[in-house]
């Protein structure tokens, strides 16, 4: 699920790089992303062997001319396949978190300048200097966003979007999108392979792609969760945000055998009220365990709290055999990390004998 957050209120100076190009345009035309590409470009003077290069995105083309040495990943997806990619060297900075940083990144993303814990300011990521920028949610590189892919590129700033958030699917709507096509941990593995190409890393790029698939094997060998019913809530005790069908709790459904009581929905993360989830009463709840402030019941621990005393979910039979299980937000979107959902749903049903 997208996170979005207030843009920064500061109105920083604008990197050396681009503030050239940029004086030229008046508040409005910066505003409207209106103007040329920034003329001293380190990277198109660099001749890098190789380059340029590119990749094609949600309809665009994404060109660089040398390795990024200046990328800014404007949502946690993103930052955790560039530092699982061995590229924290060559990070200028990092926004929109919903959760820790993942196992074993820690000490790579400790050396990344964080520009926001929510969504920066488009003026505060043009400080970073970036020469790239890549978002997981077309609500963060999009409008209403930092700014659209277009006027970062004007601006001589190749921008690249997750294909899990466009690739069959629509955002047009209010709400987080609505997918006509069914999600495959396939597309996370292509933007995986795409970035590793426009950084020059290929080879780590297929060698995380493979521990990813191996992971998955492993976790769901011989798994056999049928007739389960699992529901996803992943914030918003008022009016829960629920996975529909076809997204990235999708894939950790179809991956353990089992079936999601709100598969009906193509929304990416609909809003239902507390009589719809206990009328389905599914048995596993897993819930979303957030460190991000911006809905109600963001942890797992707010979560449970309300289950097991509102009237109308405590008697479902998930709450009542205490049938939880807590994910990360990050396992909950598509990213690397719904591996990580994928092991920890199939080790939960296994524990609460409800999978063989």
């Not at 004086?23 to 035309?29: F, K």
């Not at 509102?310 to 719904?338: F, H, W």
Request: aromatic share 6%; with cysteine.
């Amino acid at each position: 699920m997208s996170a979005a957050g207030p843009a920064g209120l500061r109105r920083p100076l604008l990197p050396r790089r681009l503030r050239g190009p940029v004086l030229l345009l008046s508040g409005a035309l910066l505003a409207s992303g209106c103007g040329s590409g920034a003329p001293d470009d380190p990277a198109a003077r660099s001749g890098a062997p190789g380059y340029p290069r590119s990749v094609r995105d949600c309809g665009h083309e994404v060109r660089v001319t040398a390795p990024p040495r200046r990328a800014v990943s404007l949502n946690q997806g993103t930052t955790e396949i560039l530092l699982s990619l061995g590229l924290a060297d060559r990070m200028a900075g990092t926004a929109t978190w919903t959760d820790p940083v993942m196992k074993g990144l820690e000490k790579a993303n400790a050396g990344v300048p964080r520009l926001a814990d929510d969504t920066p300011s488009f003026e505060t990521v043009l400080d970073a200097e970036p020469d790239f920028v890549a978002a997981s949610f077309a609500s963060t590189l999009g409008t209403g966003g930092v700014a659209t892919r277009e006027q970062f590129t004007r601006l001589g700033v190749p921008a690249y979007l997750s294909p899990s958030d466009c690739a069959g699917k629509d955002n047009s709507g209010d709400g987080d999108g609505v997918r006509d096509k069914t999600l495959t941990m396939d597309t996370v593995y292509g933007e995986v392979r795409d970035l590793a190409r426009l950084f020059g890393v290929e080879q780590r790029g297929e060698k995380l792609v493979d521990d990813l698939k191996a992971r998955v094997d492993r976790a769901t060998s011989g798994i056999d969760a049928s007739g389960v019913t699992l529901m996803y809530w992943f914030a918003n005790s008022a009016s829960p945000y629920l996975a529909g069908c076809c997204g990235a709790p999708g894939v950790i459904t179809r991956a353990v055998g089992a079936h999601n009581a709100m598969d009906d929905t193509h929304e990416e993360w609909p809003q239902a009220g507390w009589e719809t989830v206990a009328d389905r009463d599914p048995d596993v709840l897993v819930l979303g365990d957030l460190t991000r402030d911006s809905q109600t019941a963001e942890t797992a621990a707010k979560k449970i709290e309300f289950l097991e005393s509102d009237p109308v979910t405590r008697n479902m039979t998930a709450v009542r055999e205490k049938r939880y299980v807590l994910l990360s937000g990050q396992a909950m979107n598509p990213t690397i990390r719904t591996v990580e959902g994928v092991e920890q749903v199939a080790a939960a049903l296994r524990e609460f004998g409800l999978a063989r």
